[in-house]
């Protein structure tokens, strides 16, 4: 797939710039996180790995998550705790969440307005964007429509 092959290209650019190298194991994790089409977490991918037999340390998977964010190849996601939660940006495309503090319940949404206001904000302030986490915290339409007075 051709988008796979400009995602690991990026990924070494990024690397070469840091002083890193594009070692097995981090070229293991980018393959595997092509492969996921939910969100997941660091410790759900070193899991992964794990059950399957192959030596990935855990650190690995920690410190190599950030490069892949840094380049666009996965993006923040949104999950019920204080885990951070990544997913992949080809496979659904760049979008944000609204997160219900009642029930858990994650809505994506993709709004062109509100893309283009925060890339305008970073143009104002000279700030260079490498990448956001845009998430929203209310009471979703089912949560609103219970009897239970909202918190
Ligand atoms: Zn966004
Ligand atoms: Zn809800």
Not at 5 to 11: E, H, N, S
Not at 110 to 136: P, T
Request: charged share 35%; hydrophobic share 30%.
């Amino acid at each position: 797939m051709q988008k796979q092959k400009d995602q690991i290209r990026d990924l070494g650019v990024l690397l070469q710039k840091k002083g890193l190298k594009l070692t097995y194991e981090r070229k293991r994790i980018f393959e595997e996180v092509g492969k996921l089409r939910e969100h997941f977490d660091a410790d759900g991918l070193y899991e992964r790995f794990k059950r399957k037999g192959e030596r990935i340390a855990r650190g690995t998977v920690y410190r190599t998550l950030p490069l892949l964010l840094e380049c666009g190849v996965v993006q923040k996601s949104a999950g019920t705790g204080k885990k951070e939660f990544f997913e992949r940006t080809s496979f659904k495309g760049h979008h944000d969440h609204m997160v219900c503090i009642r029930c858990g319940k994650i809505i994506e949404f993709h709004s062109e307005a509100v893309e283009r206001a925060q890339a305008k904000a970073c143009e104002d302030f000279h700030f260079k964007l490498v990448f956001h986490d845009h998430r929203l915290f209310g009471h979703c339409k089912n949560c609103r429509n219970r009897s239970v007075p909202p918190s």
